[in-house]
């Protein structure tokens, strides 16, 4: 096959971003439904902001705190997007990269973020949520990952101005 259709980072970034924010609202759900099977006690947005940032969930009204904690597991999930939409195209491409860089992100979350914030999500061993995570974080990663690709009829090749045989779907 062709080369992959170009994309300017004008384009690739927001795309991320967005593509980051819709992992973490999959994540969200995922979580919840963990909380509700009781596998995690509560989900690692909410940790950080309780345990790092208490004064900063404070000043916030109790009725509009989970709305808090999703906007910033949202933002978190996009700027992660943005940064992986920075990944050179021929690594994005791999069906691979985007489950793997997920579940980088989680390390980072369990071998620094939570450390260093001293939260007690790193001091205790819970296998069963540590998977449970895991696993949300591979969710993300697919989520974010490069779509497959299509082949790209001549017509519409033309019609692109490029060269390009191949476009996300």
């Known amino acids: 096959m062709g080369t992959l259709h170009k994309d300017p980072i004008r384009r690739r970034v927001p795309r991320g971003l967005g593509r980051g924010m819709v992992g973490a609202m999959a994540m969200s759900g995922a979580r919840q439904l963990l909380v509700g099977l009781g596998l995690i006690d509560r989900t690692p947005p909410e940790a950080v902001l309780a345990e790092g940032a208490p004064s900063l969930l404070r000043s916030v009204p109790e009725n509009r705190r989970t709305a808090l904690v999703e906007l910033a597991h949202w933002g978190y999930g ?10 050179p195209a021929r690594l ?13 992100v ?5 071998l620094g973020v939570a450390p260093a914030l001293g939260l007690a999500h790193a001091h205790r061993s819970r296998p069963a949520e540590r998977v449970a995570l895991f696993c949300d974080h591979l ?8 779509p497959p690709k299509r082949p790209v009829p001549a017509h519409e090749e033309e019609e692109g101005g490029g060269s390009a045989t191949e476009r996300p779907v």
């Open 78 to 87: 996009g700027t992660a997007g943005a940064v992986y939409s920075l990944l």
């Open 92 to 104: 994005r491409s791999h069906s691979a990269t985007g489950p793997v860089y997920g579940i980088l």
């Open 139 to 146: 969710l993300y990663g697919v989520v974010l990952g490069d």
């Open 106 to 110: 989680w390390a980072a979350f369990e």
